[in-house]
């Protein structure tokens, strides 16, 4: 993650005085860092991954931030398994940096675990460049500019696409 990405995460969670966030990826623990610098003291973030050791990472990045051990919950499994089971209309912000080819479906969790002035931010949307290629695409490109589509013809959302790493896009729940 580019230090430009994570001050957007930072600003972004701080706009929203998010004290609730859920997490697509964990990672090594990078995004989950910026969030929580953004959070009020305060917020706990529910962070997901498929991979435990990534969870791990996390764990002791956060350790090494002096976050206290109750500001982030960590649940390891697939997210659209773990989604389902997260409270509906529940959380300020919603970050989504998993698994591409999943982006349109977790479009769908996130409106759900949103409350109203909620904000939903997916990373990695430019795919390098290749969204706005008019070449034949892997089907990763395919899903991220069916997501793009269904975010800007939204009714339920205020989109706006961020020039920041390989693009954030990021859209406010009505």
């Given at each position: 993650?580019?230090?430009g990405t ?126 706005i290629d ?41």
């Amino acid at each position: 993650m580019s230090p430009g990405t994570g001050a957007a995460l930072r600003l972004l969670a701080a706009s929203v005085d998010a004290k609730a966030v859920a997490e697509i990826g964990t990672g090594c623990g990078v995004s989950g860092i910026h969030l929580l610098h953004g959070m009020r003291p305060d917020g706990v973030l529910t962070t997901v991954d498929p991979e435990p050791e990534h969870q791990q990472f996390a764990r002791q990045a956060f350790r090494a931030c002096a976050f206290a051990s109750n500001r982030a919950r960590f649940i390891p499994g697939r997210a659209l398994e773990v989604l389902p089971r997260l409270a509906d209309a529940g959380y300020d912000l919603v970050f989504c940096d998993g698994d591409r080819l999943e982006y349109p479906d977790y479009l769908a969790e996130s409106l759900r675990l949103l409350r109203p002035g909620g904000l939903v931010v997916f990373e990695g949307v430019f795919a390098g460049g290749r969204t706005i290629d008019s070449g034949p695409q892997p089907t990763e490109v395919l899903r991220l500019r069916e997501l793009l589509r269904t975010v800007r013809e939204s009714q339920e959302l205020v989109p706006s696409l961020l020039p920041v790493g390989d693009g954030l896009l990021c859209a406010v729940k009505r």
